[in-house]
T-cell receptor, first 114, second 111 residues
């Protein structure tokens, strides 16, 4: 069983479209994240949710909106896609407290905007 | 805002060598620090997690140390193998679950 799963794995879409990336974790973690890895391979945090509440919101455009229907899911909605949004997006989860706060990552979603 | 620097940016060594990868971070108020590896076109695999109260962690040929007060961590890889070739990422995390990444060290181990 995959601990953190993202869908789709690849997404090719035209500029101006609206798209969503889904993320689910089956680890019982209470914190989930979205990261963006650009063409230079640098990972930057976008959002962090703890128990369905937003706790970190980096300076990303408001075209990006995270949605957390429950603790196990954190979906990423992107409106009016732009060429610069092309990147690999990673979802992750971790446990907030306790001895084992190790973070686990999904396999990534490669978004290409054309 | 936490800034993470990893040195060297790239490293190429023959098989069998022992390696040290360095990570420094600007804000020492961390909760833990995690080392990951990333293979080309793949996701991140967790290697080691060090809690802020710990000095080091070991897993097989890997040993990670943490000097929280000076904002440094090192990843030591013993007897490197071609299968160790990957990008290694350091990520300190604060009490607000804010986990920041360095740019990584791209390791190539030649047979």
């Amino acid at each position: 069983d995959t601990a953190v799963s993202q869908t789709p794995k690849y997404l090719v879409t035209q500029m101006g479209n609206d798209k969503s990336i889904k993320c689910e974790q089956n680890l019982g973690h209470d914190t989930m994240y979205w990261y963006k890895q650009d063409s230079k391979k640098f990972l930057k945090i976008m959002f962090s949710y703890n128990n369905k509440e937003l706790i970190i919101n980096e300076t990303v455009p408001n075209r990006f909106s995270p949605k957390s229907p429950d603790k196990a899911h954190l979906n990423l909605h992107i409106n009016s896609l732009e060429l610069g949004d092309s990147a690999v997006y990673f979802c992750a989860s971790s446990q907030d407290t306790g001895l084992n706060t190790e973070a686990f990552f999904g396999q990534g979603t490669r978004l290409t905007v054309v | 805002k936490q800034e993470v620097t990893q040195i060297p940016a790239a490293l190429s060594v023959p098989e069998g060598e022992n390696l040290v990868l360095n990570c420094s971070f600007t804000d020492s108020a961390i909760y833990n620090l995690q080392w990951f590896r990333q293979d080309p076109g793949k996701g991140l695999t967790s290697l080691l997690l060090i809690q802020s109260s710990q000095r080091e962690q070991t897993s097989g040929r890997l040993n990670a140390s943490l000097d929280k007060s000076s904002g440094r961590s090192t990843l030591y890889i013993a007897a490197s193998q071609p299968g160790d070739s990957a990008t290694y990422l350091c990520a300190p995390c604060d009490n607000n679950n804010d986990m920041r990444f360095g740019a990584g060290t791209r390791l190539t181990v030649k047979p």
